[in-house]
């Protein structure tokens, strides 16, 4: 009985300690306003500009036949859009890291800095796929800017703040923990891939903006919230900063798109159904579905079936987190992949190589003579396929572009013509070849996705 009246006293106790008045001036003033007097002037607000332009609507614009016959229909109107949103000064000359979303198709770009100076700015390299861009700002020097922690060594629980512009009213801070590591796939909008979790509310207009620690440092980049009512509801997601540092390392050396490197495989994650199917002793990892023969990790000893559970020795249970994996250690470098076989553990060393672009592309456009003129066409290889997205095992001939007659008869870009008339297309050149010899009509088998079609159309 006396143990059982202990803690309840104790129970009881707690929050008065908890709301213990401060004994010192110290004590009062314990706040986060040096750090975000010290970060602050980093974070700067992005006004970005579209123009577009749109044509009047015909009942048959959507047709893949009719439309070509108003094509020209109506005088293009040039259609005015703004974005607003955050960026993060990474160096004294002005480079600036934002998302792809906020100023990746901007014709115009205006940045204000907090003590209100303003400059224009270009987009040096952007990516919709990673949802970030890299900015360089002119006429820029001596700038305030905030260092980059390595990702790697943030742990959930960790006070941070964020820094933004959320709905325009200007720089607010808000502050939270990180809640989550490795979340793959869970943002909205067009990042896909790698995230670190936060409560620190992300409201529209923040996007862009700095994720930092404690200590001043930046650790992820503020891209995208998971709601329903289109508020903040503590489930914020941040680009990692090690990413950060691989775009900026390329825009450095000049790229204007990212290059990630080329795993030129398949898998899925191997949940409890597959792990019992192979024998591991628990669910974890990607399990290997399909390899290119020209992969580099195949040329590494890695095969169909193996079961990949880190890079670098940091575990990976998704595609994203793979594809992250290996984008953070760079193109040129060579990454250590463990995996499972037959339930032994294994390493071996890959070098981390871009998709190869061999054989040749041997581009070609069908001539005005012929059959569908202005047909773009380029034979299908590793950096085809991982341009547009195909099937690994994909073979044939790609349109680029339809030209002015193949929208009619059905072809789209991205299509593989992998045979006309019963004969088999390997070569640009075979489709011309193909398609001059006037024949009566053309039977067309293309793959489109996962799809075999037939394309039929006479002349």
């Known amino acids: 009985m006396r143990t059982f009246l202990t803690i309840v006293m104790l129970i009881c106790a707690a929050p008065l300690t908890a709301q213990q008045v401060p004994k010192s001036a110290a004590e009062i003033q314990l706040s986060f306003a040096p750090l975000v007097r010290e970060t602050a002037p980093a974070v700067v607000n992005i006004y ?192 990692p900063s090690d990413l950060v540092a691989a775009f900026v390392t390329q825009a450095r050396a000049g790229r204007t798109s990212f290059a990630r490197p080329w795993a030129g495989m398949g898998g899925q994650p191997a949940d409890a159904e597959i792990a019992e199917a192979f ?44 594809l992250y994996r290996m984008s953070v250690t760079g193109l040129g470098q060579t990454a250590r992949i463990t995996y499972l076989r037959e339930g032994a553990e294994q390493t071996t060393d890959v070098r981390l190589i871009p998709a190869p672009d061999v054989p040749e592309r041997e581009p070609l456009v069908l001539q005005d003579t012929d059959v569908l003129p202005g047909l773009s066409l380029v034979r299908v290889n590793p950096a085809v396929i991982a341009e547009y997205t195909l099937p690994l095992e994909s073979q044939g001939v790609l349109v680029t572009d339809t030209g002015r007659f193949g929208a009619r008869v059905g072809l789209r870009v991205g299509d593989v013509i992998v045979g006309i008339n019963e004969q088999g297309m390997a070569r640009p050149r075979d489709v011309a070849a193909a398609f001059r010899a006037r024949a009566r009509g053309y039977a067309v088998t293309v793959i489109r996705g996962n799809r075999r079609l037939q394309l039929r159309f006479g002349v």
């Open 48 to 239: 970005a500009r579209f123009v577009t332009e749109t044509r009047r609507r015909t009942p048959f614009m959507d047709d893949p036949f009719f439309d070509g016959f108003f094509e020209g229909f109506g005088r293009p109107e040039p259609r005015v859009q703004n974005s607003l949103g955050s960026g993060v000064i990474l160096s004294e000359d002005g480079i600036i890291v934002s998302n792809y979303h906020v100023v990746g198709m901007a014709t115009d770009i205006r940045v204000v800095l907090s003590d209100r100076r303003e400059f224009t700015a270009r987009v040096l390299l952007g990516d919709a796929e990673s949802d970030l861009a890299i900015l360089q700002l002119e006429g820029a020097e001596d700038l305030p800017h905030l260092p980059l922690r390595a990702s790697d060594t943030v742990e959930v629980g960790e006070l941070v703040l964020a820094i933004g512009n959320p709905f325009g009213v200007g720089q607010t801070v808000s502050s939270g923990i990180v809640s989550g590591l490795a979340r793959s796939g869970a943002a909205t909008g067009s990042g896909r891939g790698y995230f670190i979790q936060t409560d620190a509310p992300i409201n529209p207009g923040n996007s862009g903006g700095a994720l930092i620690d404690v200590r001043g440092e930046l650790i992820g980049i503020n891209t995208s919230i998971l709601t329903r009512s289109g508020g903040s509801n503590g489930i914020g997601f941040a680009i």
């Open 279 to 322: 024998g591991l002793d628990r669910p974890g990892g990607i399990i290997i579905s399909a390899m290119h023969a020209e992969s580099p990790f195949a040329q590494a000893g890695i095969a169909v079936g193996d079961v990949i559970v880190a890079v670098d020795n940091h575990p990976v249970n998704t595609p994203p987190e793979m």
